[in-house]
């Protein structure tokens, strides 16, 4: 009787189907050193870091997407502009235990992709930080003929 329902799930009451796929923070964000602040916003398929200054305002970005498939990294800060990495899980090595994750070089960014995805997430995330990475995402983005830019 209950066999139906194996591997059914259950949408807690009131949520959107795709509840999952809205960024949400973690409060306890893992604080680094000599760096500015972190924020991190999650949900399942991004990840969003974001360094702000002392005052709260965001000074730069690390947007992870695709957590489900082939992970990327794109990382924006004032000091370096854009770097655009993928992420090697650390599973590729046969025989061995799992390695670290880690960035490796990956050129290859779909940002009209990544914009469009994060602006459907991104319904819980501060204003100020919305604002931030959809700009600098929109540096990126090429028009399509006849478009106007983002």
Sequence with gaps: MFGALKGLQVQPQGSPPDAGRELREIAL?????????????????????????????????????????????????????FSSMAVDGGESRPARYKGSPILVTDGIIDARRILE??????????????????????????????????
């Design 29 to 81: 964000a893992r604080q680094h050193p000599g760096e500015p602040r972190r924020r991190w916003f999650t949900s399942s398929n991004i990840d969003l870091f974001v360094w702000v200054d002392e005052a709260g305002a965001p000074v730069g970005f690390q947007l992870c997407y695709d957590k489900s498939s082939r992970e990327h990294a794109l990382t924006w800060t004032e000091e370096r502009g």
């Design 117 to 150: 995805e994060f602006r459907l997430e991104a319904g819980a995330v501060p204003a100020e930080i919305v604002r931030m990475v959809e700009s600098k995402l929109g540096q990126l983005v090429e028009p399509c003929p006849g478009e106007p830019p983002t």
